[in-house]
């Protein structure tokens, strides 16, 4: 070729052979692509209203599905699908796949631990494809498509190889589809800060429970202790008519209204406070959890003294709990119910924790029911402030003697 050509003294490959060589390309990818095993996850075999869900989380699964068809028709930048185990990131990953490879475009799916294993794989000295043509092949890919990203062995080598590979398709803005159940905060910080780029990647967040536990109540948290209570509810609250005065048989009957409104709206807070025990607040409590339970909302229920406990317990080096996690996961619960909030340690580090966590909840307007025993004005006043903001609390005071240690209603005597 002339010198003025701008491949002049470089080594270029035979038009007469090129084809033979791209062949040989996509038969190496196809090597490591696991879609043979994902054929059937396509687009039209996807359930985008899930089973059972909410409304709410029939739209968000419904919109990750629309996102994935567009990127699909139309590759530019990257795609984060983001969400639990089994919540349908993979199949609409692989569905990316199937239809670009149906529209005649080539696409490299796997799992971020296999791709890794294929790596390695490539510097034994039986390998067909050595290491660096395996690596080049992998980054340069038309679409590179990394299921469960942290699933993998987070060696040093590991890590610098995934991004090697994300840092090369990031400046060259390469299509990349990535599916993660971790939080972007736990993935290593020079990948995450690629993946939050908001002139390349579209991060979409599946709130779908786990598609293969269809029927399995799965929105309650390890935390809660909701099931304890699960004989707790409306219908079985026992508003004692016959039993007290007039002036208590209203008082009881307000705090059941209360309770059942609150359940359905679900907004700003509600405590319920006593003076003593055993007088229906935790019934309450509960009732208004099992009731938004069984429409299929998330709720947390747990015991303050629980609460601290499960929190400190994140501090130990067995835990398999960050601290940080854990907390987020209280803090920012869609619906929390602290019971018997009082008779938790005093320390100043507790007292630190529910001050962070009110006020959270305070200031997002987070739905939270609290109950009490112990008088308003010995709670923290940091505390006791928002609890008694008429603007976004409604404050009950439950003025009914204990069931435990009440008269028992009359009852009439069966006829022989």
Same mark, same amino acid.
């Given at each position: 070729?002339?010198?003025?050509?701008?491949?002049?003294?470089?080594?270029? !490959?035979?038009?007469?052979?090129?084809?033979?060589?791209?062949?040989?390309?996509?038969?190496?990818?196809?090597?490591?692509?696991?879609?043979?095993?994902?054929?059937?996850?396509?687009?039209?075999? @996807?359930?985008?209203?899930?089973?059972?869900?909410?409304?709410?989380?029939?739209?968000? +699964?419904?919109?990750?599905?629309?996102?994935?068809? %567009?990127?699909?028709?139309?590759?530019?930048?990257?795609?984060?699908?983001?969400?639990?185990?089994?919540?349908? =990131?993979?199949?609409?990953?692989?569905?990316? !796949?199937?239809?670009?490879?149906?529209?005649?475009?080539?696409?490299?799916?796997?799992?971020?631990?296999?791709?890794?294993?294929?790596?390695?794989?490539?510097?034994?000295?039986?390998?067909?494809?050595?290491?660096?043509?395996? @690596?080049?092949?992998?980054?340069?890919?038309?679409?590179?498509?990394?299921?469960?990203?942290? /699933?993998?062995?987070?060696?040093?080598?590991?890590?610098?190889?995934?991004?090697?590979? @994300?840092?090369?398709?990031?400046?060259?803005?390469?299509?990349?589809?990535?599916?993660?159940?971790?939080?972007?905060?736990?993935?290593?910080?020079?990948?995450?800060?690629?993946?939050?780029?908001?002139? +390349?990647?579209?991060?979409?967040?599946?709130? !779908?429970?786990?598609?293969?536990?269809?029927?399995?109540?799965?929105?309650?948290?390890?935390?809660?202790?909701?099931?304890?209570?699960?004989?707790? $509810?409306?219908?079985?609250?026992?508003?004692?008519?016959?039993?007290? *005065?007039?002036?208590? /048989?209203?008082?009881?009957?307000?705090?059941?209204? $209360? %309770?059942?409104?609150?359940?359905?709206?679900?907004?700003?807070?509600?405590?319920?406070?006593?003076?003593?025990?055993?007088?229906? =607040?935790?019934?309450?409590?509960?009732?208004?959890?099992?009731?938004?339970?069984?429409?299929?909302?998330?709720?947390?229920?747990?015991?303050?003294?629980?609460?601290?406990?499960?929190?400190?317990?994140? @501090?130990?080096? !067995?835990?398999?709990?960050?601290?940080?996690?854990?907390?987020?996961?209280?803090?920012? /619960? *869609?619906?929390?119910?602290?019971?018997?909030?009082?008779?938790?340690?005093?320390?100043?580090?507790?007292?630190?924790?529910?001050?962070?966590?009110?006020?959270?909840?305070?200031? /997002?307007?987070?739905?939270?029911?609290?109950?009490?025993? $112990?008088?308003?004005?010995?709670?923290?006043?940091?505390?006791? $402030?928002?609890?008694?903001?008429?603007?976004?609390?409604?404050?009950?005071?439950?003025?009914?003697?204990?069931?435990?240690?009440?008269?028992?209603?009359?009852?009439?005597? =069966?006829? =022989?």
């Amino acid at each position: 070729m002339p010198p003025i050509d701008p491949r002049f003294g470089r080594a270029v !490959a035979c038009t007469c052979r090129a084809a033979e060589q791209e062949v040989a390309r996509i038969d190496g990818l196809m090597q490591i692509s696991q879609l043979g095993a994902l054929q059937n996850c396509t687009f039209d075999t @996807f359930l985008s209203d899930g089973h059972g869900l909410t409304p709410g989380k029939q739209l968000n +699964l419904k919109t990750a599905y629309e996102r994935a068809v %567009a990127y699909a028709k139309n590759p530019e930048g990257w795609l984060v699908l983001k969400g639990g185990y089994g919540s349908g =990131k993979t199949h609409l990953a692989a569905a990316i !796949a199937n239809q670009r490879i149906g529209m005649g475009h080539s696409a490299l799916f796997v799992s971020t631990p296999d791709l890794l294993d294929h790596l390695r794989s490539a510097f034994s000295p039986n390998a067909v494809t050595g290491y660096d043509q395996r @690596f080049e092949q992998i980054r340069n890919t038309k679409m590179l498509i990394l299921d469960d990203l942290g /699933a993998q062995s987070n060696s040093d080598w590991a890590q610098e190889k995934l991004y090697q590979i @994300f840092n090369h398709r990031y400046n060259n803005r390469l299509p990349t589809v990535v599916t993660t159940n971790l939080e972007l905060e736990e993935i290593e910080i020079r990948i995450q800060s690629r993946m939050v780029d908001p002139g +390349l990647v579209q991060i979409v967040h599946i709130a !779908a429970p786990d598609f293969r536990r269809a029927g399995v109540d799965q929105e309650q948290s390890d935390l809660s202790s909701l099931s304890l209570h699960s004989d707790k $509810t409306f219908d079985s609250f026992n508003l004692r008519e016959r039993e007290l *005065p007039r002036g208590q /048989a209203t008082n009881i009957r307000n705090a059941y209204d $209360t %309770a059942r409104e609150f359940a359905e709206d679900r907004t700003d807070w509600l405590v319920f406070n006593s003076v003593g025990y055993g007088n229906g =607040k935790t019934h309450l409590a509960a009732a208004i959890a099992n009731h938004v339970n069984n429409l299929g909302e998330p709720v947390l229920f747990i015991l303050v003294p629980d609460l601290l406990d499960h929190l400190r317990a994140t @501090f130990n080096p !067995a835990s398999g709990m960050r601290y940080d996690k854990r907390f987020d996961e209280v803090k920012k /619960a *869609p619906l929390l119910v602290l019971d018997d909030l009082g008779t938790e340690s005093a320390t100043a580090w507790a007292r630190e924790k529910l001050y962070q966590l009110f006020n959270y909840r305070y200031n /997002a307007r987070l739905p939270t029911v609290i109950t009490t025993a $112990t008088p308003i004005d010995e709670i923290d006043p940091r505390l006791a $402030t928002r609890m008694l903001d008429g603007s976004r609390c409604t404050f009950f005071l439950l003025e009914v003697p204990s069931y435990r240690g009440g008269v028992k209603p009359k009852r009439s005597r =069966k006829r =022989k």
